[in-house]
């Protein structure tokens, strides 16, 4: 079993639609979570962190963790064509390790 | 701020050559700084991890005379692929990680490596 895993896609939406994006860890050991969106030769940029459990948002981005499941979510409210891109999830466990990253998910947001 | 930059962007060499690429911390002192390669339309795969300082940290099956790194401060390290040849033709990227309060990694823009 991989240590990060996602579902790779490709998810195509309509404009506007509110977008899911998920992964699952299986180390309950990890406590960084974060969201990372790679444009195509692109290198990823970091979208949200978050630490331990529970909710953050930004804007239009909102980032949820639940590590009784151990699944780590990210919502996009009102999608745009501009946020196509692969989203990958990274978890870690200790300060100064390498995170482990999920594959990533391929998303298309149709105008 | 958190900006990472690689250089060069993107470089075509011929089989034998090496090629050194730079990645840079420019805001922030990199305690950490990770490298790896992608192929199109395939995740990242972690090469190597390198600590200011000191030894990098190979992944098992990265061969570590071949893609040699070097760390020698807290904003720079360099990957260089020597001898390239073609199948080392990828999407090379580097992360930072800094001191404490920057827990996260950010990503530097890639170099794009064709080996002819």
């Known amino acids: 079993q991989k240590e990060v895993e996602q579902d790779p896609g490709p998810l195509s939406v309509p404009e506007g639609a509110i977008v899911s994006l998920n992964c699952t860890y299986s180390n309950s050991a990890f406590q960084y979570f974060m969201w990372y969106r790679q444009y195509s030769r692109k290198g990823p940029e970091l979208l949200m962190y978050?630490?331990?459990?529970g909710n953050k948002e930004d804007g239009r981005f909102t980032a949820q963790v639940d590590k009784s499941s151990k699944y780590i979510s990210l919502f996009i409210r009102d999608s745009q064509p501009s946020d196509s891109a692969t989203y990958l999830c990274a978890s870690g466990r200790d300060y100064g390790q390498n995170f482990v990253f999920g594959p990533g998910t391929r998303l298309s947001v149709l105008p | 701020g958190a900006v990472v930059s690689q250089h060069p962007s993107w470089v075509i060499c011929k089989s034998g050559t090496s090629v050194k690429i730079e990645c840079r911390s420019l805001?922030?002192?990199?305690?950490?700084m990770f490298w790896y390669r992608q192929f199109p339309k395939q995740s990242l795969m972690l090469m190597a991890t390198?600590?200011?300082?000191?030894?990098?940290?190979?992944e098992q099956g990265v061969e570590k005379d071949k893609f040699l790194i070097n760390h020698a401060s807290l904003t720079l390290s360099t990957l260089t692929v020597t001898s390239a040849h073609p199948e080392d033709s990828s999407f090379y990227i580097c992360s930072a990680r800094g001191l404490a309060g920057r827990e996260t990694q950010y990503f530097g823009p890639g170099t794009r490596l064709l080996v002819l």
């Open positions: 390198s600590n200011e300082g000191s030894k990098a940290t190979y």
């Open positions: 978050t630490y331990s459990s």
């Open positions: 805001d922030f002192q990199a305690t950490t």
